[in-house]
């Protein structure tokens, strides 16, 4: 040993590769300095784009789509950050929707609150482990406690837990393959096994169903109420007649709050159902889900406690930047039973562990730690302001409703059961579908809000969705003001 550290002494033609290659690759790591002249450059490009979001069109056309960012490729040398800071704001700021602002009333908005993008900061910086227990015992418990208080507002018992997802469409994916294997539903019994919807289930549960390998299974959409609701009598009926024909049904995927009307399944009945004939209930509640923190809501909603599994986009109704989903169950040791996997290289994750880990019950192993993105608004805010602006949302929507019904001309589909109303103007003697879709495309060119449209009952029908944090009164008022000035327009040319 001694001779062979004698040896070292003189550096060898692999130390000294090795330290020029060190050199080079401390460029990875900023100085103090320079991390701080780093920051300030980020910190300026925010802070314009913070103050000046309020006059900031929802919506933009322009020529390019932002193309000039492949005049730019990604190349050997690096380049300064001012510089990029221009290409994102010219190429990737500017064209097409913009869902920071205000006005954003399409699809089902959230904004993206500032206080998560510092959580975001912190966790990429201490870059926590937080799939496994034995990595990051404080990120795993932060998380656990997250979706532990999400089981709790909705009323679960204590075997309950889930997992915080990057949106909405991985938790429903999850939720659905839980179902699969609680229900074990093998290769063979596909094509007589049944799952019970309705045509307005959002489509990421129909491509979950698909990506779960279950594309084969029976798939009944349950018809709808006038309101858009599952008939749960007409599910009731349909389970029975599939039993009696030797189907296998397993599972029922409801909706609190569908993405064209806001509509919410009757959640109780459709639980006893799925009680009654011990069939897996998946709730979709990737909209609906945080309004149960409004006490209106939870008086109105009875029965979500008896969904087996739950799924909540804290990007949406928490206001949170995208990225952020969850998935809640009734029984975390389901959760486990259908994702839990281990391997060798795992076996030091096994050593004391007090709580679940997200790698154990979800497909994920190494994953962003989303707990800090969460947890760190709602801490510093309370879940009181959540719970204003949730209300203000519920409100806001009403109001709208109220306002265009007195207007002559308007049709309105629904008194919003949540935050979404869809309405269409009947024009005299005009085509009602083309005009409509004329005047959202209108509102959509002039962009200062935005609107997204569907289809109801074969109808061409505009939606408006309210839960942006910064959508206040001003931006509904000003809505209807649009909506008259583009109708009118319309209806002089
Ligand atoms: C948004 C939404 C989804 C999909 O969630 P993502 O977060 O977009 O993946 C699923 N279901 C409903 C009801 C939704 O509103």
């Not at 206080?115 to 870059?127: F, H, P, Q, R, V």
């Not at 599910?235 to 024909?245: G, P």
């Not at 040791?333 to 259908?338: D, I, T």
Request: proline content about 4%.
């Amino acid at each position: 040993m001694q001779h062979y550290l004698r040896r070292m002494k003189q550096p060898s033609t692999l130390e000294l590769e090795i330290k020029q290659l060190e050199l080079l690759s401390k460029g990875l790591s900023p100085d103090i300095n320079e991390r701080e002249t780093a920051r300030n450059s980020v910190i300026q490009y925010t802070e314009e784009f913070l103050e000046a979001l309020p006059d900031k069109k929802a919506y933009v056309v322009t020529e390019d789509k932002g193309k000039a960012l492949l005049d730019s490729p990604i190349s050997d040398e690096g380049t300064t950050l001012p510089s990029l800071i221009s290409i994102v704001k010219e190429n990737v700021d500017t064209p097409g929707l913009n869902p920071a602002s205000g006005g954003h009333l399409g699809y089902i908005p959230g904004g993206g609150i500032y206080t998560s993008s510092l959580g975001d900061y912190m966790a990429d910086i201490s870059n926590r482990y937080s799939g496994i227990f034995f990595a990051s015992p404080g990120a795993v418990r932060m998380e656990n406690m997250l979706t532990d208080w999400m089981c709790n507002f909705v009323d679960y018992p204590a075997t309950a837990g889930g997992t915080l997802t990057s949106g909405g469409s991985i938790a429903n994916l999850i939720g659905i393959v839980t179902a699969r294997d609680v229900k074990g539903i093998k290769a063979r019994d596909i094509e007589r096994s049944v799952i019970y919807t309705t045509t307005q289930v959002h489509h990421s549960a129909n491509k979950a169903i698909r990506i779960a390998g279950l594309g084969e299974a029976i798939l009944r959409n349950i018809p709808l109420d006038n309101l858009q609701r599952m008939d749960a009598v007409a599910l009731e009926s349909a389970i029975e007649d599939d039993i009696k024909t030797g189907l296998k049904p397993f599972l029922i995927i409801a909706s609190m709050g569908t993405t064209d009307t806001g509509a919410i399944d009757p959640i109780e009945v459709i639980g006893n159902i799925a009680g009654k004939y011990n069939l897996w209930f998946h709730l979709d509640a990737a909209y609906g889900g945080f309004f149960m923190l409004c006490d209106e809501i939870k008086q109105r909603i009875k029965g979500i406690e008896k969904a087996d599994s739950i799924v909540m986009d804290p990007h949406k109704g928490l206001f949170i930047p995208y990225g952020s989903g969850a998935l809640i169950v009734r029984d975390k040791a389901h959760l486990a039973k259908s994702q839990y996997y281990t391997a060798n290289y795992m076996q030091d994750a096994k050593a004391s562990v007090d709580e679940i880990s997200p790698a154990e019950i979800s497909p994920e192993l190494t994953r962003h730690f989303r707990g800090m993105r969460l947890w760190l608004p709602l801490k510093l805010h309370g879940v009181n302001s959540f719970r204003a602006a949730l209300t203000e949302k519920l409100l806001l929507a009403r109001y709208f409703h109220d306002q265009i019904s007195k207007i002559p001309g308007y049709e309105v589909l629904n008194y919003p059961e949540l935050s979404v109303v869809a309405f269409r103007y009947l024009p005299d003697g005009l085509d009602a579908d083309s005009f409509n879709k004329k005047l959202v495309e209108e509102v959509q060119k002039d962009g200062r809000v935005f609107l997204s449209s569907t289809i109801v009952n074969d109808r061409f029908t505009i939606r408006l969705a309210v839960l942006s944090f910064r959508t206040h009164l001003e931006t509904i008022n000003l809505t209807i003001q649009i909506l008259s000035e583009k109708i009118d327009s319309l209806l002089s040319s």
